[in-house]
């Protein structure tokens, strides 16, 4: 007889030989505390300071945000009650829908359970929809782009990350005629670059193609009204497709897709991930709305994030650590080694109190693995210090060289990886 449970254990061996077995922290973060949480271990219990939350804003734990949840849920209970096919379209639903579709200037928008779905499921549905499609996706795309484009059964074309030139070269072979689909970020999360989106759209209206963004990690935090980097820069009336998250910045679940009514549409009608997937419940979807009403109307809370960001990456470099090149709100610390990144995680979390998870493969190549710090408007200067200080005292514990490599020898080694790769 076929011995099932040896084939698991088998491959979770393999994690664990590899050092890429992911161990998860209980942990408990309690409104009005944030960035700080409770950490429960082995039946023991102590405070820790978060400081690789995707909450980029603390938008999750604001008064507003908290309040329309529950007011929603004690008013329509906690379930959506079946799919949006079924009987899951509630008000606040409809609601969100439509503060999505102005908050990126777009005719109208789709909610998803997750933005996973919202990718996996809007990418495959559009490019199956598009005769003969060639899709073009940058080197560097999200796991969640990367499934949509498998499941679409397209052609697909990867072009090297954020390589304009090379993207025109695909897009002339390809030739004018042919529906092609350009997918790619607006702000990369591992490495906290940017797409030169301008530059992008401009190859797509020449060459005849389609454009799709994701701009789950800008949303919320970019803009005049927070919604995103392509605000940011004027571009979103040039860009077909505009995909974001519920989860980050906003504080709350799911993601969505805006763009012209037809292909809103298209999508809604015929992508599996939406139609057979139970709807998102009132009490998120308000919360939701909540969320991105008050964020259209204040910059408070993106100024002081991106106050304290700047604030994070100079401390850290003046004290000797690998910080990698970001232009973002996202601190990536260069590790270069999946056990030592484990090990300095777990030291920071055992000794100071501080929680950062390490990034490993496949989520980033071997030899780029790394501490990917997010701070918030709600991690103080002290705490800044602090976590420099403990930082240092843990590079030096875990025998990692405390002056890193310069910004040119970190790019160059990160491209010596991608080419290696394939890329």
């Not at 994690?15 to 082995?42: M, Q, T």
């Not at 780029?368 to 991690?379: A, N």
């Not at 420099?388 to 310069?406: F, R, S």
């Amino acid at each position: 007889m076929f011995d099932y449970q040896s084939h698991f254990q088998s491959a979770v061996d393999a994690l664990r030989a590899e050092r890429r077995y992911r161990v998860f922290a209980d942990l408990e973060r309690r409104v009005g505390s944030f960035p700080r949480a409770v950490h429960r271990s082995e039946g023991a219990e102590r405070d820790i300071v978060i400081w690789c939350s995707n909450d980029y804003l603390g938008m999750g734990q604001h008064p507003k945000v908290v309040a329309a949840m529950q007011e929603a849920a004690g008013r329509m209970g906690a379930g959506a009650g079946g799919t949006r096919n079924i009987s899951g379209t509630n008000h606040p639903l409809v609601q969100l829908e439509r503060e999505l579709a102005d908050l990126h200037r777009k005719q109208g928008a789709l909610v998803f359970t997750s933005g996973f779905v919202s990718n996996e499921a809007s990418i495959s549905t559009i490019s199956r929809l598009l005769p003969d499609c060639l899709i073009l996706s940058d080197q560097l795309n999200h796991a969640s782009m990367i499934e949509g484009v498998r499941r679409s059964g397209s052609q697909k074309q990867i072009w090297r990350h954020n390589d304009v030139e090379h993207l025109e070269d695909l897009l002339k072979a390809a030739g004018r005629e042919r529906a092609k689909l350009i997918v790619f970020e607006s702000v990369y999360s591992m490495d906290g670059d940017v797409a030169p989106i301008e530059q992008i759209v401009d190859l797509a209206e020449r060459y005849g193609a389609m454009t799709y963004i994701d701009e789950v990690h800008a949303v919320g935090m970019y803009g005049p009204r927070g919604a995103g980097i392509a605000e940011r820069d004027g571009l979103m009336d040039r860009i077909d497709v505009i995909e974001g998250t519920l989860a980050k910045a906003f504080g709350v679940l799911g993601g969505y897709i805006t763009g012209t009514n037809a292909v809103v549409d298209a999508v809604r009608s015929y992508a599996p991930g939406f139609i057979f997937t139970t709807a998102l419940p009132p009490g998120l979807a308000a919360a939701a709305c909540a969320s991105i009403r008050h964020l259209k109307r204040s910059g408070v809370e993106r100024a002081a994030q991106q106050r304290q960001a700047q604030r994070t990456k100079e401390r850290m470099i003046d004290a000797g650590l690998p910080v990698m090149p970001s232009e973002t709100h996202i601190v990536p610390v260069l590790v270069g080694d999946p056990e030592s990144c484990k090990a300095a995680s777990d030291h920071l979390l055992d000794r100071h109190g501080i929680y950062i998870q390490p990034i490993n493969y496949p989520t980033v190549p071997r030899g780029t693995e790394r501490l990917r710090v997010t701070p918030t408007p709600f991690h103080s200067d002290q705490l800044i210090d602090q976590l420099v200080d403990a930082m240092v005292e843990t590079w030096e514990h875990v025998g990692l060289p405390l002056t890193g490599p310069t910004t040119v020898e970190l790019v160059s080694r990160r491209a010596e990886i991608f080419a290696a790769s394939g890329g």
